[in-house]
């Protein structure tokens, strides 16, 4: 057993058990296009589903970003609030959830 199986958490699980096209957030851009999500938002919700995992985001950040239902609330947001909802995802995968920004050709960390 390899010291990663060991640190491996449902979610990793979950997230290495997929195929190329068929990752947790690729059936979220799907479910968010079935639902009436303009093409554009679902694909910043779906950056935003994958950098939440890829980066290691903190707990309640992933759950903002689908991780514990599915998207559903994502889903919501970009119905009732497209303009709210792009607006916060940017803003997530702009700072790389929170720590930090890109400013002025430098990152500056909040950590």
């Known amino acids: 057993m390899s010291l990663q199986e060991i ?5 990793d ?19 968010a296009l079935a639902a009436g999500v ?3 938002l679902a694909g910043i919700g779906r950056l935003t589903m994958r950098e939440a995992y890829q980066h290691g985001w903190t707990d309640k950040l992933k759950s903002l970003c689908g991780w ?8 919501k947001l970009a ?10 995802w940017q803003q997530l995968l702009d700072t790389d959830g929170y720590r930090g920004e890109w400013k002025d050709g430098h990152w500056i960390s909040r950590l």
């Open 7 to 11: 640190h491996r958490t449902p979610l």
């Open 13 to 31: 699980e979950r997230v290495l058990g997929c195929t190329f096209g068929n990752y947790p957030w690729d059936a979220w851009e799907r479910a």
């Open 38 to 40: 303009p093409k554009a």
């Open 68 to 75: 514990n239902d599915d998207g559903r609330r994502m889903i």
């Open 79 to 88: 119905l009732r609030s497209p303009k709210a909802a792009e607006k916060r």
